[in-house]
């Protein structure tokens, strides 16, 4: 089963603008990561943020996260073309394993 | 320094029959975890070896088994495929930290078709 449900499902903007994507949780979490996925090919890690903080930059990303809400959102500034790509959020529960579970992903189009 | 490699990319298998998966991890990585995903859906856990036992596991048959080598390289065995097994099955690898905040290092997957 899936934890994460990431929204909207897709989203197209045009080169240059910001794009923010959510992800909701169900169950009580350790972290909270954010991977991106090119077609057809694995994924790539962007950013951890752990269930105590609140939010964490990488470059022109942004991640917050609201425990109370079980929600966290992805903010990706002045986008590029090479942003296209499926972005998902996956939860680790704890027990000390890495298991991770992710969500559907969005599906993210830069137009030039 | 190699990332993750898998092998093979791609693999065409008949129901019913079985088909082994290979991974290598990122040099310095310990663990390993394996993950199916089917077209437009997220990754869905398999399992994770670490010190060549499996040490967690995720909703999958017992149709789905592995192995982990002492160079920390690692197996997906599927045996009696059925048609809803055709997906991508990633690899990847971390450091077995125990404290789940090890990002994973994937690799690029196999992509399996079963006819």
């Known amino acids: 089963s899936q934890q994460g449900e990431e929204d909207p499902q897709a989203l197209s903007i045009q080169e240059g603008e910001n794009a923010t994507m959510n992800c909701s949780y169900k169950t009580s979490i350790n972290n909270l990561q954010w991977y991106r996925q090119n077609s057809g090919r694995g994924l790539v890690h962007l950013i951890l943020?752990?269930?105590?903080?609140r939010e964490k930059h990488s470059g022109r990303l942004r991640v917050t996260l609201d425990t109370s809400k079980k929600s966290s959102s992805l903010l990706i500034t002045a986008s590029r073309a090479a942003d296209t790509a499926s972005y998902f959020c996956?939860?680790?529960?704890?027990?000390?394993?890495?298991?991770?579970?992710f969500g559907k992903g969005t599906h993210l189009i830069i137009q030039p | 320094d190699a990332g993750v490699t898998q092998s093979p990319t791609h693999l065409i298998k008949t129901r019913g029959q079985q088909v082994t998966l290979r991974c290598s991890p990122k040099?310095?990585?310990?663990?390993v975890s394996w993950y199916q995903q089917a077209l437009g859906q997220g990754p869905q856990f398999i399992f994770q070896?670490?010190?060549?036992?499996?040490?967690q596991r995720g909703n999958f048959p017992d149709r789905f088994s592995g192995h982990q080598f002492p160079n920390y390289s690692s197996e997906l065995n599927v045996n009696a495929l059925l048609l809803g097994d055709s997906a991508l099955y990633l690899c990847?690898?971390?450091?077995?930290?125990?404290?789940?905040?090890?990002?994973?290092?994937f690799g690029n997957g196999t992509r399996l078709t079963v006819t």
């Open positions: 990847a690898s971390s450091l077995g930290t125990g404290t789940g905040d090890s990002p994973l290092h």
């Open positions: 996956a939860t680790a529960s704890g027990g000390g394993a890495d298991g991770l579970t």
């Open positions: 070896y670490y010190e060549e036992e499996e040490r």
């Open positions: 943020i752990r269930s105590n903080e």
């Open positions: 040099s310095g990585h310990d663990t």
